[in-house]
Nanobody, 124 residues
Framework: QVQLVESGGGSVQAAGSLTLSCEVD????????MGWFRQAPGKEREGVAT???????TYADSVKGRFTISRDNAKNTLYLKMTSLKPEDTATYFC??????????????????WGQGTQVTVSS
């Protein structure tokens, strides 16, 4: 059974930074597509960033140039470094794992395992 546990969320002022972590137990981060999603109150869960087996990354237009997805294979951990945060980045952030080397379309339905989420609140 694959389990994902996010951490690193919190409250920060606009223009600040946070780094989220996602520890994966029971599944190898190195060989899988991994992703970060977020869900704001009253909104659909949306993709933020993905990273495939070969290190190819994708980002939502709203976070390009500000967020960076990375992984530490030795620690079996996925990260999301967030800089220049904006109030509209406020959401619960989820990490996800897909049972495939590639990320496919990167849609929510493509991922098989999910963490419980960590809250990020950005104040103006």
């Amino acid at each position: 059974q694959v389990q994902l546990v996010e951490s690193g969320g919190g409250s920060v002022q606009a223009a600040g930074s946070l780094t989220l972590s996602c520890e994966v137990d029971g599944g190898n981060v190195e060989i899988a597509c991994m992703g970060w999603f977020r869900q704001a109150p009253g909104k659909e869960r949306e993709g933020v960033a993905t990273s495939d087996r070969w290190g190819t990354t994708t980002y939502a237009d709203s976070v390009k140039g500000r967020f960076t997805i990375s992984r530490d294979n030795a620690k079996n951990t996925l990260y999301l470094k967030m800089t220049s945060l904006k109030p509209e980045d406020t959401a619960t952030y989820f990490c996800a794992r897909r049972d495939s080397w590639s990320c496919g379309s990167g849609k929510r339905s493509d991922f098989h395992y999910w963490g419980q989420g960590t809250q990020v609140t950005v104040s103006s």
